[in-house]
């Protein structure tokens, strides 16, 4: 039974994360480019909706909907971040060595931190929902309702880009410059702008799922690194740009990681993500899902 | 784009300093680099004998040194080789961890134990870059990162390593023997790093970084090679860990694998110029004159101030100084030449 608990734990968590890795595959498939900001974008999301809700209630304490009220901010905020941060620094370096790429994010990343410490201070935060206790027993099974929102939450936001992507035009031109840029531009696609976009649509996602972290999870300015590193995980499980393959993978990981919690130990599951990531790395480097190899 | 005044200011800075002079540098850097190789160890071997002994300033020049290390050894991967590593703080770490251990837990002398850091390190990074180092481009910058967290995570489970709290070392040594140290430990390597990159070796090296299938190709054994550099730089870097544990009187797993610190040297390399000897060790006192200063003057800002530099440094210096002023230098050729050769041709390429 433990077993059984401990899975469903870990879909519940792992849609979370897919839901972070998707827009990273979708930054990586479009703009070749691996941003390292990525999960800074998750912090700033939690804590757009955080702050939005202190607004409203004085406290950050809500109903439900008070709450879910919030999410179109912090994907408002995050959507503005992204596509401003694409337009004015990751623009100049794409194309570049490759290392300078990663370096131009970091350096974005490192900023952001210190300047939510700043701002927030470092301790960390979470958004109390009104209705969260007692948590659902069914069949054997402990599901707190915060964790299931989250997981629905998640997985909306993920459906959502997947069908954004599929019907409409904007969603249309996003692939087109993902498969070639050249040829996007000669059919008159703008081609900056749409990386932008892009850009703006990936920080969007992770800012909601990161407003959906805060209810179940702690939000403190440094926490973005490590969901940065496990969509990267995600996304070399899942294939570069492949949305499917970043929710088998979020939900993979997410089992694995509260697997390693229940039977080994909570302090393991960093170090077992990392080493799953370099042996798959060595032995799959291009995803269960994956297209094209290297780079 | 790294020639980024205006065209008056341009004008004025070569009436001051012609490329011509600047050339001149450069070829008598070159004739003479051995010579000024010894120049520096005998400016170096000063400040200890003309009274400075301990106190601020002979803390941060060991830091300078110990920074000059670190961002040269991660040259010699990253920008010789080409592969962009974000996790050589993981050989510093274990080399640190490898000299606290022995001296407080074995009462090893120190020197023993820092060669065993340096060794240690070594033999990690031979275990790990066989499987790292079949990766290229992001995923390689990836998986290093991942290296240096699952190694950060790893000493902070693990008894040996004191766990989260880590080890105090309060019997060390003066702070002159790390001020000779640091600076012994860098002149070895920087006098290796250009013997290496005048022999065939540090050739090969360079035609990984430039076009690993064609070097392949042309019955290069690329694997052998890098590794042998990942492994040379784990050496350095270990040695460098290794010292620092002592100097600093204290580890625990955030000073070991400084994830910050990681950046820093990357940034310190690029920003003196990759791919060259004296490139890195400039941006290392540079930057770290920088971040000296800007860690007491603004105190909680200087991550912001770190990112700024990097995001500057990438976007208007992709070269470096060095790399910026040898293209400044080279302006000269064009006008020799007077040919219509472009002078910054991988400008062109570098947008669609």
């Not at chain 2, 009436?15 to 005998?42: G, N, Y």
């Not at chain 2, 991967?77 to 080399?95: K, L």
């Amino acid at each position: 039974m433990a077993f059984t608990q401990f899975v469903v734990n870990g879909l519940l968590i792992g849609a979370i994360f897919a839901g972070v890795a998707v827009g990273f595959a979708l930054i990586w498939g479009v703009v070749d480019i691996i941003n390292l900001a990525h999960g800074d974008m998750v912090m700033l999301g939690g804590y757009t909706s955080y702050w939005a809700l202190s607004l409203i209630t004085g406290n950050a304490e809500g109903s439900p909907l008070l709450f879910l009220a919030t999410i179109p901010a912090a994907i408002a905020v995050l959507y503005v971040v992204g596509y401003v941060l694409q337009r004015t620094l990751v623009s100049r370096v794409i194309g570049t060595d490759i290392f300078l790429t990663l370096l131009v994010t970091f350096g974005i990343s490192i900023a952001i931190q210190q300047l939510a410490i700043q701002a927030w201070s470092a301790n960390p935060r979470s958004i109390q929902v009104g209705f969260a206790d007692p948590s659902i027993n069914a069949a054997g099974l402990v599901i707190p309702k915060m964790k299931l929102v989250a997981f629905v939450g998640a997985l909306v936001l993920t459906a959502a880009l997947y069908l954004f992507l599929q019907k409409t035009r904007t969603g249309r031109a996003i692939r087109a410059v993902s498969q070639n840029p050249e040829a996007a531009a000669l059919v008159g696609i703008d081609v900056e702008h749409t990386r932008a976009v892009t850009f703006g649509i990936s920080s969007a996602i992770a800012g909601g799922v990161g407003a959906f972290i805060a209810t179940i999870l702690n939000i403190q300015p440094q926490m973005g690194l490590i969901y940065t590193l496990k969509s990267f995980v995600i996304v070399v499980f899942g294939g570069v740009g492949s949305i499917p393959g970043a929710l088998a993978g979020g939900l993979l990981l997410g089992t694995v990681e509260e697997l390693t919690a229940g039977f080994v130990s909570s302090q393991w599951t960093l170090a077992v993500s990392f080493t799953l990531l370099i042996v798959l790395l060595v032995v799959k480097p291009n995803g269960l899902f994956g297209q094209e190899a290297e780079r | 784009m790294s020639t980024g005044e205006s065209d008056s200011g341009e004008g004025l800075l070569r009436s001051i300093v012609p490329p011509t002079q600047v050339e001149r540098v450069f070829d008598f850097c070159d004739a003479h680099a051995w010579k000024l190789l010894l120049a520096m160890v005998v400016v170096g071997a000063l400040p200890p004998l003309l009274g400075l002994q301990q106190g601020y300033y002979m803390t941060v020049i060991s830091e300078m040194y110990l920074f000059a290390i670190l961002a040269l050894s991660w040259d010699i991967v990253g920008g010789q080789t080409g592969y962009p590593s974000f996790g050589n703080m993981a050989f510093f770490g274990i080399g640190g961890y490898t000299t606290a251990i022995l001296v407080k837990d074995f009462a090893v002398a120190f020197p023993v134990a820092m060669i065993a850091a340096g060794l240690l390190a070594v033999a990690f990074a031979a275990v790990i870059g066989a499987a790292v180092l079949r990766l290229r481009g992001h995923y390689f910058a990836i998986a290093t990162l991942g290296v240096l967290l699952a190694a950060q995570q790893v000493s902070r489970i693990i008894d040996i390593t004191g766990g989260a709290s880590g080890k105090i070392l309060l019997d060390v040594p003066p702070g002159t023997v790390f001020y000779y140290l640091f600076f012994g430990v860098l002149v070895a390597e920087m006098a290796v790093v250009y013997y290496l990159s005048n022999t065939r070796f540090g050739f090969i090296l360079n035609a990984i970084r430039d076009d690993e299938e064609k070097a392949t190709a042309m019955g290069f054994n690329t694997a052998y090679h890098k590794t042998a550099a990942w492994m040379l730089a784990a050496l350095f870097t270990g040695l460098a860990g290794g010292g620092y544990s002592l100097f600093n009187t204290f580890i625990d797993p955030q000073t070991a694998y400084n994830g910050a610190w990681n950046v820093e040297l990357i940034a310190m390399a690029l920003l003196g110029g990759s791919g060259t000897v004296a490139g890195p060790v400039i941006g290392a006192f540079g930057l770290h004159t920088v971040i000296e200063y800007v860690e007491t003057a603004f105190v909680g800002w200087q991550l912001v101030m770190l990112g700024l530099v990097v995001i500057v440094t990438v976007i208007e210096f992709p070269e470096g100084f060095v790399g910026t002023l040898r293209e400044y230098a080279g302006e000269m050729e064009y006008y020799k030449r007077g040919g219509m050769a472009a002078v910054e041709d991988e400008e062109v390429s570098s947008d669609e």
